[in-house]
């Protein structure tokens, strides 16, 4: 009934399996990747007829994470998976970057990936299985893909690269100095694809040899790929992508003197006028049956990309009159918002945006449910990208895959530079407002939540910066370099490479590719290009920062206190009975971890105080020989019960009252009476033995011997 293949290899640590031919056999491929325990589903389908007036390659990937892989019943009121979690929206990206170059051009029929994650072990993550297992079911679907490509990570630990490092070893690099990277690499067998990455400040060579240490990993699983697809691929789709050189021909012909002459403008909104003048000059001066081509749109692309590309390889020409390495001016300013915890507004060029930064308590930290369980983050980024920052009009609405996966390249890049939260025990949120947008927000966003956290005080290690790189490359293999792209030369060239980092080292690399990957001599020199460029920024971001930022007056204040974890119970109390009554009698926030760390919030410094004295009552300890005030609690015939330290009472023996005989205590003393008293130490059942006489109890300072004598 079932016509199952199975390929196996040792891969790294674990075994990589790549299984079809027995689920879902009516798609168009079918693979099941398995790493060790951690097992995904990939099925993919495309359409055989392109729709009629479709200009685009409509491909569409799904990355999915199913609860039951993990043993676990989702959260909610429904018990179901719902909307996409963050971290499926940003493996579905990991996914579509690398394979979308590598179909033909000319294919725009309808490609549907997705990825379903079956199991999970808590060691693998399935993000790596989910772009094995994609790139084998294309390359067995009989789709035109110019694959397969495979996948893996890359962590750096006392200056060796390891191959897929467990997910404990990736959560929370910042708790984890050991740690000093996470790269995820994607390619072919001769090139590189793809390349996101967090990093600890590495340098340009070390971050360089963990993407070619991830290059040579992968090749034994291209390989298991190519094994599997020779025993079980389907016939390749005959797809012959439309001739039309002749449009093409006749529209260069027609305009190209006018689409020069609009990219020489150096305004963007001029420049975008002028080309869509001239698209318009060019469609009117073609015969009828041209302009009903389905193939006008591509012609008119490629005449402004043979413009644009020409003039920058040939002759070092960009279209705003750059240099190849030249970044557009810069203006940073810092507080402009009045009543926010930080604020910044940076801007470059035509890219500028508006960073704001929050600072909250433990209760504002973000909860998030993944397969290998709950967590918290105390530093969140959001990204905005709002129709009017590139002129136009638009749905507004949540933030889609673009606004996610800018968001947590900015979040990965900043990050590697915060505070412990022993040291700042504050929740950090930024929120990036493009404002203006021709090239590069991300790294806009970057720049510009570096100065708003350090205008909220924030102590970051270093400022952090981010530039954007672009190449383009000519058939005959000449290529240029460009730092700082515009939004049309990221449009119209073949990679976007994104740096950040410090002025020490690289905290953040995303790279994409729309040829068939890049050499690693073309990589070198974008590295080292574009820490020119991010020092250049880094130089200008300083002049924002004229002295040491004061923190808000807005801004919660909080501080931290350990207590030993024994005594976690009697601050919480039966049934939170202690702690609701800290938090009513001082008016301050009071948040206690499982390590006996405690955060005091309150705008309201005397509150902090007064809560940090209540349960230093509670969980310290008396010292042998310290006098303190306390309050007669009980008195019976040999002696008075006084509760001097916290909730802690101990006893005064009639004999350590007063330097006389008494017949009982309540010939001095009576119940609720203030009294000083010393501790003289505990007896062998631990009692607590206190005593009077050798205490004034008007000044409460010790009677010396000499005094007592007089």
């Known amino acids: 009934m079932f016509n199952e293949v199975k390929k196996s290899i040792q891969w790294g640590e674990e075994t990589l399996t790549l299984e079809t031919g027995k689920v879902a056999r009516q798609a168009d491929g079918s693979v099941i990747a398995t790493l060790g325990e951690t097992s995904v589903m990939a099925n993919v389908t495309f359409a055989r007829k392109q729709k009629p007036g479709q200009d685009f390659f409509p491909l569409t990937v799904h990355y999915q994470e199913k609860y039951y892989a993990a043993g676990k019943v989702p959260g909610g009121f429904f018990k179901r998976e719902a909307r996409p979690t963050e971290k499926e929206t940003l493996t579905s990206r990991l996914i579509d970057r690398p394979i979308r170059p590598l179909f033909v051009p000319g294919f725009k029929n309808e490609v549907l990936v997705m990825c379903t994650v079956l199991s999970h072990d808590m060691v693998n993550d399935p993000d790596m299985v989910a772009m094995i297992a994609a790139s084998a079911a294309l390359t067995i679907s009989g789709a035109p893909f110019m694959g397969p490509i495979a996948a893996c990570r890359v962590g750096f630990e006392d200056g060796e690269y390891i191959l897929n490092p467990e997910i404990d070893d990736m959560h929370n690099l910042r708790m984890n100095p050991e740690q000093r990277l996470d790269l995820v690499v994607a390619g072919t067998k001769d090139a590189v694809m793809m390349v996101e990455s967090e990093a600890y400040e590495l340098t340009e060579e070390e971050m360089l040899g963990a993407v070619t240490f991830a290059h040579d990993s992968i090749q034994p699983v291209i390989d298991l790929i190519i094994d599997l697809a020779e025993d079980t691929a389907k016939e390749p789709f005959d797809f012959q992508p439309e001739d039309y050189s002749d449009l093409s021909a006749a529209v260069k012909a027609a305009g190209e003197d006018k689409m020069r002459a609009a990219y020489a403008i150096t305004d963007k909104q001029e420049r975008t006028a002028a080309v869509t003048a001239a698209k318009a000059e060019i469609v009117e001066a073609l015969t009828e049956e041209q302009q009903e081509d389905g193939n006008l749109g591509a012609a008119l692309k490629k005449l402004e990309s043979q413009v644009l590309r020409g003039d920058v390889v040939k002759n070092g020409k960009r279209i705003d009159g750059r240099a190849l390495d030249t970044i557009r001016p810069i203006v940073s300013e810092t507080g402009i918002l009045p009543r926010t915890h930080g604020s910044a507004l940076f801007t470059r060029g035509e890219t500028q945006g508006l960073v704001v930064t929050t600072l909250g308590t433990g209760d504002d930290e973000q909860m998030i449910d993944a397969l290998t369980g709950m967590y918290k983050s105390n530093f969140m980024l959001h990204y905005n990208f709002p129709p009017y920052s590139v002129g136009e009009v638009g749905r507004v609405g949540g933030p889609g895959r673009r606004e996610i996966g800018h968001g947590k390249l900015a979040w990965r890049a900043l990050q590697a530079v915060l505070p412990a939260a022993t040291d700042f025990p504050y929740t950090i949120r930024l929120v990036s407002e493009i404002t203006e947008s021709n090239g590069s927000s991300s790294m806009a966003s970057v720049c510009g939540g570096s100065l708003s956290m350090m205008d909220a005080g924030v102590p970051l290690k270093a400022p952090v910066a981010g530039v954007a790189m672009g190449l383009v490359m000519e058939d005959d293999g000449e290529y240029a370099i460009l730092s700082d792209i515009l939004g049309d030369e990221d449009h119209l060239g073949d990679m976007d490479f994104k740096v950040a980092g410090t002025e020490n080292g690289i905290t953040s690399l995303q790279m994409d590719i729309k ?98 004295d209540m349960i230093h009552s509670i969980v310290a300890e008396p010292e042998e020989g310290v006098i303190y005030k306390g309050k007669v609690v009980k008195l019976v015939d040999f002696g008075a019960f006084v509760n001097f330290f916290g909730k802690r009472d101990g006893l005064v023996h009639v004999s350590q009252i007063e330097n006389r005989r008494l017949n009982h205590p309540s010939d001095v003393l009576k119940e609720g009476q203030e009294v000083w008293v010393k501790l003289l130490g505990f007896d062998d059942r631990g009692k607590v033995r206190l005593a009077m006489k050798m205490v004034d109890q008007e000044t409460g300072e010790e009677i010396t011997k000499e005094e007592a004598e007089d």
């Not at 574009?530 to 020092?535: D, P, S």
């Not at 300083?542 to 974890?565: C, D, R, W, Y």
């Open 515 to 612: 040829i068939a990957g890049i050499t690693p001599e073309i990589m070198s020199k974008a590295l080292a290009q574009a820490k020119a460029g991010r020092l250049h920024i880094l130089g200008e971001m300083s002049k924002a920062l004229t002295g040491a930022n004061e923190f808000s007056v807005h801004a919660p204040k909080i501080e931290t206190m350990q207590i030993p974890t024994d005594k976690i119970r009697e601050v919480i109390g039966s049934g939170g009975k202690v702690i609701r009554e800290i938090v009513e009698t001082s008016g301050a926030k009071v948040d206690i971890n499982d390590e006996g760390i405690i955060k005091l919030a309150s705008n309201d410094a005397d509150a902090i105080k007064k809560a940090y």
